[in-house]
């Protein structure tokens, strides 16, 4: 199969897309090949495509993006199989791959790996820096990918690395049962959320955002309160008899946002963060200290995606909802057209590269 070629969008340089033939990828010992069938637009793909992080995401071009997806293995590297893996199961996958070895992966948290960016040493990190699933085959690490059941299908399952991202950060809050929680921002990790903070417990849930994703957040069940009309820490505190949120999880990215995070936090509370500002943005550091707010960043989804795959499961209705738009990957400027200018009320946008 490695002599054969396959469809795939590469990047080639900046704000450079390629819709182009490449070879099918040969798997390493511990790799699986899978054909792709699902793989869904990504916040930062536009980000890389547009050199926002350029250096690090890609270090180097060509490349192929894409690390939110799901598909079926074809082929298995030489112990693949030992790992219990086999031709035609169903994964879904998720982007980082850690050495293995360093004292960051010892601990469970391969995000943070020490040797990050050192391919020659096994770490990877797909769609980023390693080649990712923006084609029609796609090589992975058997400590990527996860099975999925046969009732999820392919576009839901590509949504679990979003999802687990939203589940390591509610985690990461130190949320119990009871807790209100403040979710500021209605873009899908926020729509995400309001599923994880559910599946553990919250009490009252509230939700920051404006127009048909507030609408969204609404139906799932979180009060919303529009940013674009109401003061959010003041809608909060009204909403908590004046405590404020126990926990908010922010995903706003804003230097706004960021500040209505803090002004809502109740005392004793956690801000839990996963998005990533253009810059580093002021905070309120004397009441972060005189009102013990404990303030969480998160790095993606260390050993979340198996637990998510049953809380997808649950909500298997609201995350079909999500998924506002489908293409074969051959019409990638029409989807990113519609997805990087949010227009027809588009959510998350799914490529379908067999079609």
């Known amino acids: 199969m490695s002599e054969k070629m396959m469809n795939a969008l590469r990047l080639n340089a900046v704000n450079d897309l390629e819709y182009c033939q490449v070879p099918i990828p040969a798997p390493g010992p511990s790799e699986v090949i899978c054909r792709v069938e699902s793989v869904s637009i990504c916040g930062t793909d536009p980000h890389i495509i547009n050199g926002d992080f350029r250096g690090m995401w890609p270090k180097e071009f060509p490349i192929i993006l894409g690390h939110e997806w799901s598909g079926v293995i074809v082929e298995l590297g030489e112990k693949a199989g030992d790992f219990g893996w086999k031709a035609g199961d169903r994964v879904c996958a998720l982007s980082h791959v850690g050495c293995g070895q360093c004292k960051m992966c010892l601990e469970g948290r391969y995000t943070l790996c020490l040797n990050y960016g050192k391919s020659e040493l096994g770490h990877r990190q797909y769609g980023h820096y390693s080649q990712g699933a923006y084609a029609q085959y796609m090589c992975a690490s058997v400590k990527a990918i996860e099975k999925i059941p046969d009732e999820m299908d392919f576009n839901v399952a590509s949504c679990m690395d979003p999802?687990?991202?939203?589940?390591?950060?509610?985690?990461?809050?130190?949320?119990?049962?009871?807790?209100?929680?403040?979710?500021?921002?209605?873009?899908?990790?926020?729509?995400?959320?309001?599923?994880?903070?559910?599946?553990?417990?919250?009490?009252?849930?509230?939700?920051?955002?404006?127009?048909?994703?507030?609408?969204?957040?609404?139906?799932?069940?979180?009060?919303?309160?529009?940013?674009?009309?109401?003061?959010?820490?003041?809608?909060?505190?009204?909403?908590?008899?004046?405590?404020?949120?126990?926990?908010?999880?922010?995903?706003?990215?804003?230097?706004?946002?960021?500040?209505?995070?803090?002004?809502?936090?109740?005392?004793?509370?956690?801000?839990?963060?996963?998005?990533?500002?253009?810059?580093?943005?002021?905070?309120?550091?004397?009441?972060?200290?005189?009102?013990?707010?404990d303030l969480v960043g998160n790095r993606a989804n260390p050993n979340t995606l198996a637990k998510s795959i049953p809380i997808g499961m649950n909500f298997i209705k609201e995350i079909r909802a999500l998924i506002t738009h489908e293409f074969p990957l051959s019409k990638y400027e029409e989807a990113f057209d519609i997805f990087n200018g949010r227009k027809d009320n588009s959510l998350k946008v799914v490529l379908k590269p067999q079609l």
């Open 163 to 293: 999802l687990s991202i939203a589940l390591h950060m509610v985690m990461r809050s130190g949320i119990k049962p009871g807790d209100s929680v403040l979710i500021n921002g209605a873009g899908a990790q926020g729509l995400m959320s309001i599923l994880c903070v559910k599946s553990m417990g919250a009490g009252l849930i509230m939700i920051s955002g404006s127009g048909t994703r507030l609408e969204a957040a609404k139906k799932m069940g979180a009060v919303p309160i529009d940013y674009r009309k109401e003061d959010v820490a003041a809608r909060v505190k009204e909403l908590t008899n004046g405590l404020g949120a126990k926990r908010v999880i922010e995903c706003s990215g804003t230097e706004v946002g960021i500040r209505q995070a803090c002004d809502a936090v109740g005392k004793g509370g956690c801000i839990s963060m996963v998005s990533l500002p253009k810059e580093d943005v002021k905070i309120p550091i004397r009441k972060i200290v005189l009102d013990e707010i």
